[in-house]
């Protein structure tokens, strides 16, 4: 299949190379002439990089939406998420956490030695923390601002059933794969039924060979984590074994993000917008968020000032006094 790119305007500061409706394996970008003048192609996707674990299949449960002050001031007033620039589209990155990693390691390890027991990848040494280097790991650091608002994929999916799709399921489709200097983007858009007329000759997510979603969680084979490649991986009998690279390579780090379809705001109760709100540093070396930011003691500071919702705190009380009535009465 013909992979046609394009550049893309785009809000942030970032000039993306844009495949739509495909998700394309990083060994098929290495030939396609379309991109061969790029600063990727010529400086990454050439290289000859040392073994690594790859593709590392990851199930993902949490979503994340990083933002600057100025975006979270404008979320916090309108009490939720709304689509951005013509699109109309709200973006959300996965968020990974040691225990995801852990599990990643062991479905690599059961690949790798199909025979191997249960005890035994019980006592195998760790390997896989030390080639997950790529941005999308550091969870204490972001290129997009200091605020990061995290939820279950599948709740935020409800969430927008039952407010943009009338009941009915989303539809996930392939949106495209972005390129940028390092970092490839597998795009997956979520839209309501009612838009198929718009987004139609996207293709279903289910024809992606890269990313899934199961109605819980997002399936990911992440075929470059590193970004910097420290070690590379090598197997001596039944064990899987980190050597250190006394001279490291930079390469290519690959990523998946969703994107729903919003033009209207998608609605959070107050008290949950703030619960999944925390903070993280900016990435000073790659400055992406094109708003107002601040420190991470003043990021904190910050949270803790937004006002908690007083109606909530009234239906808790209501819901507290009609429990004690009925101690009283039983």
Same mark, same amino acid.
């Given at each position: 299949m013909a992979a046609n790119f394009s550049p893309q305007k785009n809000a942030r500061k970032a000039k993306p190379f844009v495949c739509k409706e495909q998700h394309i394996a990083i060994n098929d970008l290495k030939i396609k002439d379309e991109i061969k003048h790029r600063?990727?192609? #010529? /400086?990454? !996707? !050439?290289?000859? *990089?040392?073994? &690594?674990?790859?593709?590392?299949e990851f199930h993902i449960t949490e979503v994340a939406h990083v933002t600057?002050? =100025? +975006? !979270?001031?404008? *979320?916090? $007033? +309108?009490?939720? %998420? #709304?689509?951005l620039d013509t699109d109309s589209f709200s973006w959300w990155s996965l #968020?990974?956490?040691?225990?995801?990693?852990r599990a990643a390691e062991e479905r690599y390890l059961e690949k790798l030695f199909p025979d191997m027991t249960k005890e035994e990848k019980t006592v195998h040494p760790p390997f896989l923390r030390e080639? /997950? =280097? +790529?941005p999308l790991f550091l969870n204490e650091l972001s290129r997009y601002g $200091? %605020?990061? %608002? /995290? %939820?279950p994929v599948n709740e935020l999916m409800e969430t927008y059933k039952k407010q943009k799709c009338e009941g009915q399921e989303p539809i996930l489709? *392939? &949106?495209g794969t972005k390129l940028f200097s390092q970092e490839i983007e597998y795009v997956v858009l979520v839209h309501s039924p009612e838009f198929n007329w718009k987004f139609g000759h996207f293709p279903l997510l289910k024809s992606s060979p890269w990313v899934a979603y199961d109605g819980h969680q997002i399936i990911w084979k992440a075929q470059a984590i590193c970004e910097t490649h420290n070690f590379q991986l090598v197997i001596r009998g039944g064990t899987a074994v980190t050597e250190y690279m006394p001279s490291h390579q930079f390469y290519?780090?690959?990523h998946v993000s969703l994107v729903f379809h919003s033009k209207d705001v998608l609605t959070v109760p107050q008290r949950k917008l703030?619960? +999944?709100l925390s903070c993280c540093e900016l990435d000073r070396d790659v400055d992406l968020s094109n708003g107002k930011n601040c420190s991470f003691d003043e990021a904190e500071k910050f949270i803790k000032s937004l006002p908690d919702d007083e109606s909530e705190k009234e239906d808790e009380k209501e819901e507290y006094k009609s429990v004690e009535v009925k101690m009283e009465m039983d």
């Open positions: 600063h990727m192609y #010529k /400086t990454y !996707l !050439l290289k000859d *990089i040392p073994e &690594y674990p790859s593709p590392v600057n002050k =100025t +975006s !979270l001031e404008k *979320i916090w $007033n +309108s009490g939720g %998420f #709304k689509g #968020k990974i956490n040691e225990a995801d990693i080639f /997950t =280097t +790529s $200091n %605020f990061r %608002f /995290t %939820f489709r *392939i &949106y290519v780090w690959d703030k619960g +999944s």
